[in-house]
């Protein structure tokens, strides 16, 4: 079974930087789509960003200019460069990777989710 860890949230001021990262646990045949997620208390969870296999990027309006998603195949990894955060980003976050198995059968995967708290 595959599992995607996270990694890399914390407790940040206002106007800082994170950065969270998002491995896959083994060997992948072939992963497609990566996205970030994230949810705050009381609000569902909405898309952050998306990237595609060849590496082409979608990002919600809220966090256009400011947060950057990118991906290392070789590592099976994703990861959401965040800059200039602000208290209304406070949220956990979760990664999303669309994964094809030997077997040609392709599902969706889920992080643990990683905590990220702005202080304004």
């Known amino acids: 079974q595959v599992q995607l860890v996270e990694s890399g949230g914390g407790l940040v001021q206002a106007g800082g930087s994170l950065r969270l990262s998002c491995a896959a646990s083994r060997s992948i045949f072939r992963i497609g789509v990566m996205a970030w997620y994230r949810q705050a208390p009381e609000k569902e969870r909405e898309l952050v960003a998306t990237?595609?296999?060849?590496?082409?990027?979608n990002y919600a309006d809220s966090v256009k200019g400011r947060f950057t998603i990118s991906r290392d195949n070789a590592n099976n990894t994703v990861y959401l460069q965040m800059n200039s955060l602000k208290p209304e980003d406070t949220s956990v976050y979760y990664c999303?990777?669309?994964?094809?198995?030997?077997?040609?059968?392709?599902?969706?995967?889920w992080g643990q989710g990683t905590q990220v708290t702005v202080s304004s």
């Open positions: 990237i595609t296999s060849s590496s082409s990027t």
């Open positions: 999303k990777m669309m994964i094809e198995s030997a077997l040609g059968r392709w599902g969706s995967y």
